[in-house]
């Protein structure tokens, strides 16, 4: 059984720094890592991967070959990936034995909510090699401070979760520049745990720019609660308090924090159902670290 994350977001979420910065942390906690770099237009990697999709594809070749746009390159490119799985998975094999995986993906967002060739790859990965992943997707947390780009984050997030069916975190990047981005409407947990969106109603009709949409954006409020799955937690890749909290996440969500556990059932339970010790980092923490107090902004 191999355990990995499947490293997604939209462009500018961070993914490749990310992958770097995970690997590095999961090397000192004694995890040999491997980096596989999905990304066909990923030409400048921080970091040394195992697998790199530019030995079968590269989107530079791919566009003025079959005139297509970056958009319709990418598209082109994971569909050829999944008629060539077996490329992949020859290249998986030697890893399977004792590495941790992370898979870094493209940024074009439809290739996780719309398009099926990421999610095909992905299943037959994990059922040919017994693969245990999680995807964590990568949201900028700069889109906090404008109500209605939120609404989209959050409605992304929703059709990426349905979509990959796997299970899925979702990451507030770059926290540690947030209070460089503006005052936000409320705290930080409204934004992590999305609470009541009803509250955004007044702040939309204040931007020209939304409140025109007021109407859509409601009704898209009502289908993301409606649902209730999605919720954020905090990173800032520098710190590694904030991303061993996050390997905490990711352990529990895939399995492997059961992995290496010689224990009976009942403490596998307890486990899987404990108070997460990391709560209080997770929002408070990162609030008191990087956002000023109200009292000191006036």
């Not at 030409?43 to 030995?55: F, G, K, R």
């Not at 990965?125 to 992943?133: A, V």
């Not at 404008?146 to 959050?154: R, T, W």
Request: contains cysteine; glycine residues 6%; charged residues 20%.
């Amino acid at each position: 059984m191999v355990f990995g994350q499947v490293v997604i977001g939209p462009p500018g979420s961070g993914k490749t720094t990310y992958c770097n910065g995970m690997s590095q942390f999961l090397s000192l906690m004694g995890r040999k890592v491997a980096i596989v770099n999905l990304d066909p237009a990923n030409d400048a990697l921080p970091y040394e991967c195992a697998v790199n999709i530019e030995e079968l594809i590269k989107l530079e070749d791919v566009m003025p070959e079959h005139s297509l746009g970056p958009n319709g390159g990418l598209v082109y490119c994971m569909e050829y990936l999944e008629k060539n799985i077996d490329w992949l998975e020859s290249k998986l094999k030697p890893l399977l034995k004792d590495h941790y995986i992370l898979f870094d993906f493209p940024g074009q967002v439809e290739l996780f909510f719309i398009h099926d060739s990421t999610k095909n790859v992905l299943t037959k990965l994990i059922k040919s090699l017994n693969l245990r992943l999680t995807a964590v997707q990568l949201i900028d947390s700069h889109l906090c401070c404008d109500p209605g780009n939120y609404v989209s984050a959050l409605l992304l997030s929703l059709s990426t979760m349905l979509h990959m069916e796997l299970p899925h975190v979702n990451v507030l990047s770059k926290i540690d520049l947030i209070g460089s981005y503006g005052k936000l409407a409320f705290n930080l947990d409204f934004y992590t745990d999305v609470q009541d969106l009803s509250y955004l109603e007044h702040h939309l009709s204040q931007d020209p720019r939304s409140a025109k949409y007021r109407k859509l954006t409601k009704e898209l409020c009502s289908v993301i609660e409606d649902y209730s799955l999605v919720n954020f937690t905090t990173l800032d890749i520098q710190d590694k308090e904030s991303v061993g909290d996050l390997v905490k996440l990711i352990d529990k969500s895939n399995g492997y924090i059961f992995s290496g556990i010689d224990a009976s059932v009942v403490e596998y339970s307890k486990i899987a159902i404990g108070q997460t010790d990391w709560d209080y980092n997770r929002v408070a923490a990162v609030q008191e670290m990087y956002m000023e107090d109200e009292e000191t902004q006036d």
